[in-house]
C-alpha cells in the first residue's frame, strides 16, 4: 500500500507530520481520525513536487466554488458538523481550493465564524455570498442559505454558458478575418509590389495606400505595437478614473443591441440576488447596498444607492426605482405588486426568469446583426483588395 504524507494536531493542538500507510487517501484520512487526531492534510510523496505548480495551473473557477457550496450543504443537511464537514471537502478538492477550505477550517478552529472566515478570500467569495451565510448563521439555516446559493450560482453559470455560447461564432469570424488580413498584409501584399516595381508600373492610389500600410505592418510594426500599447495602457487607466469608469460605462448602453443586452443581464443578476437575499432574511436597504456594491454597472451601482437613501425617508421600492429611466416599466409594476402582496422575493424570481429570457432574445439578436455586418464588411474588404490588385495590371496590360 502506498505511503502519505500527513499534517495534523493532537489532543494538545500540536502541529505533528508523519507517514501513514493507507490504500487511499480517505482511508488514511480514517485511520488518523481514529489515532484522535485532527487532519489538516494529506498528500502522496509524488505529488508534492508538483504541488506548487498544480497551484498555480489550477486556479480556483466558479465550477469549483458553486461544488464546495452544494457538498457543504449536503453534509450539514446530513448532520456532519462543520468542521468535519470541510476537513472532507479539503481532502476531496483540488490543490489549490483545497488550500482554501483548509485556511477556512484553521479560522473556524480559531475562533472565527464561518462568514467570517469566508470573508479573508474576498476574491472566491463575493460580498452576496458572505452576506448570506452570515444571514443562515443567525437565522440557524446554513444549509438551506447553502442549498440557496448552489441553486443560484449553477442558475447564473448556465446563464452565462448560453450567452457565451451564443457569442462564439461570431468571435471566430471576427478572429479569422483579422488573421487573414494579417497574413494578406505581411506576406501577399509585399510579394505584389516586388512585381510591380519589376516592371515599373504607375500604381493607382488604392493600390499604393495598400502598399503603405503593408509596409506600415512589415517594416513598422514596432511603432504599430507601441501604439497599441501605450493606447491601451492609458485607456485602462482613464476607465479606472471615476470619470471615465462612469463615461464608460454610460457608452455601453448606448451602443445599438450591445447596450440593450448588457442592461438585461444587469437586470436578470439585480432580480435573482435581490429574490435569494430577501428570501434568506436579509432586511431590504441591506440587500440594495450589498447588490449595489456588487453591480458589475456604476450606473445602475449609483441607482440602486439613490433608491435605498428614497426607501429611508419612507418611499416605497416601486417608487424609488421609478424616477430612474433604466429600470424599465414592467420592474417597477411588478415590485408594486410583490409590495402589496408581500410576496417581494417570489416576484423577483419571476421577474428574473423573465429578463433572462429577454437576454437570451437580445443575444440571439445581436448575433443575427453580427452575421450580416460581417458579410458586408467581408465583401467590401474583398472588393478594394481585388480591385488594388489588379488595377495595376490591368494597366500593365492595356500598354502592352
Same mark, same amino acid.
Given at each position: ?75 450539514? @443537511? ?28 484553521r479560522e473556524i478552529e480559531g475562533g ?155 437586470? @436578470?443578476?439585480?432580480?435573482?440576488t435581490m429574490a435569494l437575499l430577501l428570501?434568506?432574511?436579509?432586511s431590504l436597504l441591506q440587500a440594495l ?77 445581436? @448575433? ?33
Amino acid at each position: 500500500m502506498p505511503l502519505f504524507n500527513y499534517v495534523a494536531k493532537n489532543q494538545h493542538a500540536e502541529t505533528i507530520k508523519g507517514k501513514v500507510e493507507a490504500r487511499s487517501i480517505a482511508q488514511a484520512a480514517s485511520a488518523l481520525r481514529a489515532r484522535g487526531l485532527l487532519v489538516i492534510s494529506i498528500k502522496q510523496p509524488s505529488d508534492e513536487a508538483f504541488a506548487f505548480v498544480a497551484n498555480i495551473i489550477s486556479g480556483i473557477k466558479q465550477d469549483d466554488i458553486v461544488t464546495f457550496t452544494r457538498q457543504l450543504s449536503t453534509m450539514i @443537511t446530513a448532520g456532519l458538523p462543520l468542521t468535519q464537514s470541510l476537513s472532507i471537502l479539503s481532502l476531496q478538492s483540488k490543490p489549490a481550493m483545497s488550500k482554501v477550505v483548509g485556511e477556512i477550517q484553521r479560522e473556524i478552529e480559531g475562533g472565527a465564524s464561518f462568514s467570517k472566515a469566508l470573508s479573508k478570500f474576498p476574491r472566491n467569495f463575493s460580498p452576496i455570498y458572505v452576506q448570506l451565510v452570515k444571514a443562515g448563521e443567525i437565522g440557524g439555516v446554513i444549509d438551506d442559505v447553502l442549498n440557496r446559493l448552489a441553486d443560484n450560482m449553477e442558475k447564473d453559470k448556465e446563464f452565462r454558458g448560453k450567452t457565451k455560447g451564443a457569442m462564439i461564432y461570431p468571435v471566430i469570424v471576427i478572429l479569422g478575418l483579422v488573421v487573414v488580413a494579417a497574413i494578406v498584409m505581411i506576406y501577399v501584399v509585399p510579394q505584389l509590389t516586388s512585381m510591380y516595381d519589376d516592371f515599373g508600373a504607375e500604381l493607382p492610389l488604392l493600390t499604393r495606400l495598400l502598399i503603405g500600410l503593408s509596409d506600415l505592418f512589415v517594416k513598422l510594426w514596432w511603432i504599430v505595437l507601441s501604439i497599441l500599447g501605450v493606447g491601451g495602457f492609458i485607456f485602462n487607466k482613464w476607465v479606472k478614473t471615476e470619470k471615465g469608469h462612469r463615461t464608460f460605462d454610460k457608452f455601453l448602453f448606448r451602443m445599438p443591441l450591445i447596450g440593450v443586452l448588457r442592461s438585461k443581464i444587469i437586470l @436578470t443578476e439585480f432580480c435573482r440576488t435581490m429574490a435569494l437575499l430577501l428570501k434568506s432574511g436579509i432586511s431590504l436597504l441591506q440587500a440594495l447596498e450589498i447588490v449595489s456594491d456588487a453591480s458589475t454597472s456604476v450606473t445602475y451601482s449609483d441607482a440602486l444607492k439613490d433608491s435605498a437613501k428614497q426607501i429611508e425617508k419612507g418611499i416605497s421600492l416601486s417608487l424609488a426605482i421609478s424616477r430612474h429611466s433604466y429600470f424599465p416599466p414592467i420592474l417597477q409594476q411588478m415590485i408594486s405588486v410583490g409590495e402589496e402582496t408581500g410576496k417581494m422575493d417570489e416576484v423577483l424570481f419571476k421577474l428574473s426568469r423573465y429578463f433572462e429570457s429577454e437576454s437570451e432574445q437580445a443575444v440571439r439578436n445581436l @448575433t443575427a446583426a453580427i452575421e450580416p455586418m460581417i458579410i458586408i464588411i467581408l465583401g467590401i474588404g474583398v472588393g478594394l483588395l481585388v480591385i488594388a490588385v489588379i488595377m495595376p495590371i490591368y494597366n500593365l496590360t492595356a500598354q502592352f
